[in-house]
């Protein structure tokens, strides 16, 4: 259990922030809030984000604030995350009121928020916190986007997720849920009724490599909790992320033998340490450069890979081994492949050439005042820079609003 108190005064309190201004993608004050106290430490905390108990949890902080803590040099980086979350913690407890900055000339505006996980959350809030009237539309029967519908329980708690929203909801949105862009309304319609809108759907769609009965989409299945029977089952995972191994952990805990397949070496996967880790000890296994072959009666047909350097690609690229070919008895093929966004939605907007919304330097999309940002735009998929598009959008949005 780690001292809190004692890892706070560890803080060198460097001038030059590596922490906040290279690691931190908000740019949080760090070293400000680890020196504060109570209201202070989460005024300043919440001045740059609204999600301090989930960043605080779920970021990968050893590639972000704590990789750039001078600590890390001389001992080990400070516990920024811990620390930043037992802010957060602290302003649910004591009904912590988020600080407002009401502007006279923009409390007539209304503001459209298309999706109500962590980019549009922090859009709404940094946009409502300046007097802006803001709705947020989101398809799913609750907020939280994949904060509830993409990372599981066992990592970040649902409870810790309301309370985290209930604060931001305080700053007074509207919220309308069962609403879905393309189906329950359109862009048009909301540019009747709205000065702007920002638009952060994610990019939930799975990439699907394979078909068949008994193959699955990961991002489905934790999108919608509707699994099969997984107990006694063979389950493999395909694919390298934490969306993967949080498939793996989901699998293993309500009964299966899981195995992550990925392609490259467990030092290439795109998945966080901690958490390949922790899904070691709950028992999954891995099988690593294997690429799968073909699912077909109950058999996995798999081959084992070597890493060769690619000229003009700077990871290394997996090239299957002639005569390595093996299978694997397997009840259940779950693809965790990527995702990219619902074609059918982002249609009307211009795309860039990995098939999102593309924006300029404003985060402005090529319908005028319509907005967007985190996975929809192909923002790099961590909940922190989703929030930091968010936070950024507010700010965009604003100046265009006070200028026209
Ligand atoms: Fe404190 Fe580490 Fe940031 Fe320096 S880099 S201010 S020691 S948290």
Not at 159 to 164: K, N, S
Not at 171 to 200: M, R, S
Request: aromatic residues 6%; charged residues 25%; glycine residues 8%.
């Amino acid at each position: 259990m780690i001292n809190l108190e004692l890892e706070k005064s560890r803080c060198l309190n460097c001038a030059h922030r590596p922490c906040s201004i290279e690691g931190c993608p908000l740019n949080n004050d760090i070293p400000d809030f680890i020196h504060a106290e109570g209201q202070n430490a989460m005024d300043i905390v919440y001045s740059k984000t609204v999600l301090p108990s989930i960043c605080g949890r779920i970021c990968p902080h050893y590639k972000q604030c704590q990789g750039s803590c001078v600590h890390g040099k001389i001992d080990n980086p400070l516990e920024i995350g811990m620390i930043e979350a037992s802010i957060g913690d602290e302003a649910i407890a004591t009904d912590y009121k988020i600080k407002t900055n009401i502007d006279n000339d923009l409390v007539e505006k209304h503001v459209a928020v298309i999706g109500g996980g962590p980019s549009g959350l922090t859009c709404a809030a940094f946009l409502a916190r300046r007097g802006i009237k803001v709705t947020i539309y989101e398809k799913h029967n609750e907020l939280g986007g994949l904060l509830v519908h993409g990372i599981p329980e066992f990592r970040l708690s649902k409870t810790t997720v309301e309370q985290t929203i209930k604060l931001i909801l305080d700053l007074g949105i509207e919220v309308k849920l069962n609403q879905e862009l393309g189906k329950d309304f359109t862009i048009d319609g909301l540019k009747l009724v709205h000065d702007a809108i920002y638009i952060a759907i994610g990019a939930n769609e799975p990439v699907i490599t394979m078909e068949g009965s008994n193959v699955y989409s990961a991002n489905v299945l934790l999108e919608d909790k509707n699994f099969p029977d997984f107990t006694n089952k063979k389950v493999a995972i395909s694919g390298g992320g934490n969306t993967a191994i949080d498939m793996a952990r989901v699998a293993k805990r309500m009964g299966a033998e899981a195995t992550v397949v990925y392609r490259r070496s467990e030092k290439q996967m795109p998945a966080e340490p901690r958490e390949v880790d922790d899904a070691s000890r709950d028992g999954v296994q891995f099988m690593l450069q294997t690429n799968i072959l073909n699912f077909e009666n109950n058999k996995l047909k798999c081959i084992k890979t070597e890493l060769i350097k690619l000229e003009d690609d700077d990871r290394l690229s997996p090239v299957n081994i002639d005569g390595t070919e093996f299978e694997i008895d397997c009840d259940y093929l779950i693809l965790a492949n990527g995702s990219c966004p619902n074609k059918k939605i982002v249609n009307e907007f211009d795309l860039n050439k990995g098939g999102y919304i593309s924006v300029n330097e404003n985060l402005e999309t090529s319908i005028e005042n319509v907005f967007a940002g985190g996975d929809v735009i192909g923002t790099k998929a961590t909940v922190a820079w989703a929030s930091r598009n968010g936070r950024d959008a507010a700010e965009k949005i604003i100046n265009k609003l006070k200028n026209n």
